[in-house]
């Protein structure tokens, strides 16, 4: 009998070109291309064990058993995994994450990519890269770009005749080829009120919706090119008019969502002072009130040193570029 045990760590990433929408929502295929960073320090660890003598999936995320809701979206993406391996048993999960859990960061993506790699290993399935980031994909949309590292694109795959096969995440750039970090400003330790799936749905019913569908594939490319020139400058100002329109997107959806704060803005107002001072540092923002300011290693320490000055401010957490999702032999249990 295989080794029905593994365990991998995947990275966390940071969405330059924001996923954002879906157009189907069951197999997690967007609307449009999106762009991101992988981030060395934001990391989640995962056993799986494919056991005979369980009935049911058991499931421990950090301490604690997950809620409902949680807890079904880890089993679904386990029972895809079964149904490509044609197995029936059961497994126990264990997983963790190094960065504060609930801080809003973007767990659900280093989570599903470690799953995904953990439980199909353990299944006996090798995949490709690509095959993976298609699975994983299914769990949590921006897991995706989570399977490789570096600079990633993941492309959405919207002509009418396009099939699940070919909405995947690749390599546009490897973690050594632009020494950018990530300096992650941490202003709340709240879980959000609207989970970014619920954001995706809610996304359509924006008025500004379709006028931002028509902007991006343009946005991408000016986005893309300036990230293989290594021009900060290029890459930042647009990487901010992204993160503001994706606010944007969420406040004018039906009802509104609101994952603007005081806090954010008290963030992103220093940042833009920082930068008139001669700093080079721009923003970007998640589907919550934490901030990633994106700058050179050079700058990282000045910007960390920085942001921790500015009230309201909980955490620093500075990020290199993470490489792919990858096993680890030392299990969690
Ligand atoms: C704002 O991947 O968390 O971070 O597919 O429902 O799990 P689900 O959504 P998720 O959405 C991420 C949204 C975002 C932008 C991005 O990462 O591209």
Same mark, same amino acid.
């Given at each position: 009998m295989p080794d029905r045990k593994a365990t991998c760590c995947a990275n966390a990433n940071i969405a330059f070109i924001k996923?954002?929408? =879906?157009?189907?929502?069951?197999?997690?295929?967007?609307? =449009?291309?999106? @762009?991101?960073?992988?981030?060395?320090?934001?990391?989640?660890? /995962? /056993? !799986?064990?494919?056991?005979?003598?369980?009935?049911e999936d058991?499931?421990? !995320?950090?301490?604690?058993?997950?809620?409902?809701?949680?807890?079904?979206?880890?089993?679904t993406q386990l029972d895809r995994i079964r149904a490509e391996a044609k197995l029936q048993t059961k497994a126990r999960v264990m997983s963790r994450n190094n960065f504060p859990t609930g801080a809003g960061l973007a767990s #659900?993506? #280093?989570?599903?990519a470690a799953l995904t790699l953990a439980a199909t290993h353990a299944a006996g399935l090798e995949l490709s890269e690509r095959g993976l980031s298609?699975?994983?994909?299914?769990?949590?949309?921006?897991?995706?770009?989570?399977?490789?590292?570096?600079?990633? +694109?993941?492309?959405a795959a919207t002509n009418t005749t396009s099939t699940s096969e070919q909405s995947f995440a690749r390599v546009i750039a490897a973690p050594d080829f632009w020494d950018l970090r990530d300096v992650v400003v941490v202003v709340s330790h709240d879980e959000?009120?609207?989970?970014?799936?619920?954001?995706?749905?809610?996304?359509? /019913?924006?008025?500004?919706?379709?006028e931002r569908l028509n902007r991006l594939p343009e946005r991408f490319h000016r986005a893309r090119r300036a990230l293989l020139?290594?021009?900060?400058?290029?890459?930042?100002?647009i990487i901010e008019i992204e993160a503001v329109e994706l606010h944007f997107i969420a406040m004018t959806s039906r009802?509104?969502?609101?994952?603007?704060?005081?806090?954010?803005?008290?963030?992103?107002?220093?940042?833009?002072?920082?930068? +008139? #001072?001669?700093?080079? !540092?721009?923003? /970007? @923002?998640d589907a919550g009130p934490n901030v990633h300011l994106i700058c050179e290693a050079k700058d990282a320490e000045t910007v960390a040193g920085n942001a921790r000055q500015i009230p309201g401010v909980l955490e620093v957490i500075p990020s290199g570029v993470g490489g792919p999702v990858h096993l680890v032999e030392n299990h969690l249990f």
């Open positions: 996923y954002w929408g =879906n157009r189907d929502a069951r197999l997690r295929m967007p609307l =449009n291309d999106s @762009l991101s960073m992988t981030l060395a320090e934001l990391m989640t660890e /995962t /056993t !799986v064990l494919f056991d005979e003598a369980l009935n058991q499931i421990v !995320v950090g301490e604690t058993e997950p809620a409902e809701a949680a807890r079904a979206r880890v089993v #659900s993506a #280093s989570a599903f298609i699975l994983a994909r299914q769990g949590s949309g921006s897991a995706a770009r989570s399977i490789p590292g570096g600079f990633v +694109e993941w492309l959000k009120k609207v989970g970014s799936s619920d954001g995706h749905q809610a996304a359509m /019913t924006s008025p500004f919706f379709s020139a290594r021009d900060l400058n290029a890459l930042g100002t009802p509104p969502i609101f994952y603007w704060s005081p806090e954010m803005v008290r963030v992103i107002d220093a940042a833009r002072a920082w930068r +008139e #001072s001669g700093l080079p !540092v721009y923003f /970007t @923002l």
